[in-house]
């Protein structure tokens, strides 16, 4: 995995608590460039979608629930090992494992609304990055 793009969402927990900046600032600090960004709330129809690798998995129904509770941010970021350098800086799932300085433990309430997703291999850094973003939106210049 030595890919240059990852994809990661602000969830809703974070963007209440007006933590957009802070986390986007932790992004930055760290060497990630922002590719594309939009802020969106999603419908329970694509929250399903994006989190169908986890269907049978008994937090399925509440995590949907929690990922459609407000807006998101969703951000294409580009660096060098870009998905194993973004999953050490978000740092674990569930927070209290987390280290010291990672995105989750400062900023996520729960295992469930741990502040931001990351994805986990490069194929799926371009699968989510395509869920959200279209070439015209990475290359809107004119
Ligand atoms: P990660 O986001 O670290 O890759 P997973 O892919 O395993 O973790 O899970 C996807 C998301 O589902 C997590 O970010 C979290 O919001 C939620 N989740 C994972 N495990 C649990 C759990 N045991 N209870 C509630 N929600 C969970
Ligand atoms: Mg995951």
Redesign the pocket.
């Known amino acids: 995995m030595n890919g240059k793009i990852t994809f990661t969402i602000i969830k809703p927990g974070a963007v209440e608590k007006e933590f957009i900046g802070p986390i986007l600032n932790i992004i930055n600090e760290n060497g990630f460039h922002i590719v594309a960004m939009k802020l969106l709330h999603l419908t329970q129809a694509e929250a399903e979608a994006f ?1 169908a690798v ?1 269907k049978e998995r008994p ?1 399925y129904s ?2 949907v629930e929690s990922m459609t509770s407000g807006p998101i941010v969703v951000a294409i970021l580009e660096k060098d090992n870009a998905v194993e350098e973004y999953r050490k800086l978000i740092g674990a ?1 569930d927070p209290s494992q987390a280290e010291e300085g990672t995105i989750r433990k400062l900023y996520a309430e729960s ?4 502040a931001v ?2 994805s ?1 291999s490069d194929e799926n850094a371009i699968i989510e990055g395509n869920f959200f973003f279209s070439t015209s939106d990475k290359f809107f210049k004119s």
């Open positions: 989190y986890h937090f509440s995590l799932t295992i469930e609304a741990n997703h990351g986990d």
